[in-house]
């Protein structure tokens, strides 16, 4: 069974780090892509950048490159999202999702349960 | 990055059908053959429903379907039911610098 297991919700206070993870299991972890997606309160999902396991080649959603670091583990099928200076706006839910390995491929076909950042003084 | 363009909010009776539609450009929904549609509970995961413009992955019922014409894509959802209440997101592959955009969401409400 596929499974996309990310980590616990977390409340930060602006200006501290953060490392969320997405645990994967269920598939070969190098044939896809993974996905993050943020959903910040009461606002739609927005794509935040894709990494490939493989070589680590990230692509970063313009609106967010530079902020966050995105990067795999393949020893343990596990991929990270982390922030060096969290801001409060940073405070939404977090998505790891995955695609295939396929120029245009936009099927993110299984999430994880998400992760809760709340981000306040 | 420019959202492509949802109904904020459709609705419909059960029984009916509805559709949402996700307007692009040429730069993405127009030029690619690479759209999905996803369904969000809230408190969930989301949910792929609609994979390259009107795919069923397996499970999907098929009173779910997706199609394109030009710049926009659509979802209709026939037989609603009120399982069905809950939002909806189009997602488009927008080349290799862009990469992907989503739509910025249609709440559906089964009246």
């Known amino acids: 069974e596929v499974q996309l297991v990310q980590s616990g919700a977390e409340v930060k206070k602006p200006g501290e780090s953060l490392k969320i993870s997405c645990k994967t299991s269920?598939?070969?972890?190098?044939?896809?892509?993974i996905v993050w997606v943020r959903q910040m309160p009461g606002k739609g999902l927005e794509w935040m950048g894709i990494?490939?396991?493989?070589?680590?080649?990230?692509r970063y959603n313009p609106s967010f490159q530079g902020h966050v670091t995105m990067s795999t583990d393949t020893s343990i099928n596990t991929a990270y999202l982390q922030w060096d200076t969290l801001k409060a706006s940073d405070t939404a839910m977090y998505y790891c999702?995955?695609?295939?390995?396929?120029?245009?491929?936009?099927?993110?076909?299984?999430w994880g349960q998400g992760t809760m950042v709340t981000v306040s003084s | 990055q420019s959202a492509l363009t949802q109904p904020r909010s459709v609705s419909g009776s059960p029984g009916q059908s509805v559709t949402i539609s996700c307007t692009g450009t040429s730069s993405d929904v127009g030029h690619y053959d690479f759209v999905s549609w996803y369904q969000h509970h809230p408190g969930k995961a989301p949910k792929l429903i609609i994979s390259?413009?009107?795919n069923r992955p397996s499970g999907v019922p098929d009173r779910f379907s997706g199609s394109k014409s030009g710049n926009t894509a659509s979802l209709t959802i026939s037989g609603l039911q009120a399982e069905d209440e809950a939002d909806y997101y189009c997602?488009?592959?927008?080349?290799?610098?862009?990469?992907?955009?989503f739509g910025g969401g249609t709440k559906l409400t089964v009246l």
């Open positions: 999702s995955r695609r295939r390995a396929v120029t245009g491929d936009v099927n993110f076909d299984m």
């Open positions: 990494i490939n396991p493989i070589d680590s080649d990230t």
């Open positions: 390259d413009v009107s």
């Open positions: 269920g598939y070969t972890f190098t044939s896809y892509w």
């Open positions: 997602l488009s592959y927008a080349g290799t610098y862009t990469f992907v955009v």
